[in-house]
């Protein structure tokens, strides 16, 4: 059994979509953008949403200084946070069978706070895994800019994921019954993808758009 497997982690509805593959893990955090992070403060639960990158063994996340929750992150408060691809939308032939394929996962722990070149490699991981090839292009942040973000890493240690693929699982009835039986049934793949990137008005005439942004348009096409 893999390390990352407590029965806080244990998957236990719908057993059979879970995962506790490492690599899988990886993939799921390489291609995700957004991680849902929660805390509980004085008795409240708090969720909130936020962009991630995996660095290594850590997933990076960040945030204004001013922000409880980062506040309460870097002080190593008890975290959850949870992270989902949408892959497909199921059509069944009932409500109840429609579904959705995903990979998600869900992660527990205590950050840590990042500080000095440390933070500032995070806050590149960050920026190339959101917004590949623009950091060396953008002026880096200042001191001031520094002080007001809070940036910590979430150990990959306590972890489990649940993965549902392929085609919807009918009720045997509704396979054997009219009209149920004659209707379309199946799985519509669904991907992200970055479309034509639209310029500021502050962009010089003649200014084209980097080569970086073309070569990432295509979504899900990259991986």
Not at 59 to 83: F, K, P, Q
Not at 137 to 155: G, H, N, Q, S, Y
Not at 196 to 220: F, K, M, N
């Amino acid at each position: 059994m893999v390390d990352s497997l407590t029965d806080r982690t244990r998957v236990r509805r719908l057993s059979d979509n879970a995962s506790y593959e490492r690599s899988a893990l990886d993939q799921l955090l390489d291609e995700a953008l957004v991680a849902h992070v929660g805390i509980v403060d004085a008795d409240q639960p708090f969720v909130l949403p936020m962009g991630c990158a995996r660095r290594g063994d850590d997933l990076i996340l960040h945030g204004s200084s001013g922000s409880r929750l980062m506040r309460r992150l870097a002080d190593g408060a008890a975290a959850c946070a949870t992270v989902t691809v949408l892959d497909g939308l199921v059509y069944a032939r009932s409500a109840f069978e429609s579904s959705m394929n995903y990979r998600s996962a869900l992660i527990l722990g205590c950050a840590r706070g990042l500080h000095g070149d440390d933070e500032l490699d995070a806050l590149r991981t960050l920026s190339d895994h959101v917004l590949p090839g623009r950091w060396d292009d953008i002026r880096p942040p200042t001191t001031k800019e520094r002080a007001a973000t809070i940036t910590v890493a979430l150990p990959l240690e306590e972890w489990s994921m649940k993965v549902s693929a392929g085609a919807p699982e009918d009720d045997p009835d509704d396979l054997d019954t009219e009209p149920w039986r004659s209707i379309w049934a199946g799985h519509v793949p669904v991907h992200l993808a970055r479309s034509t990137p639209i310029a500021d008005d502050h962009v010089p005439t003649g200014v084209p758009a980097p080569s970086y942004l073309t070569h990432h348009r295509s979504g899900s096409d990259d991986h």
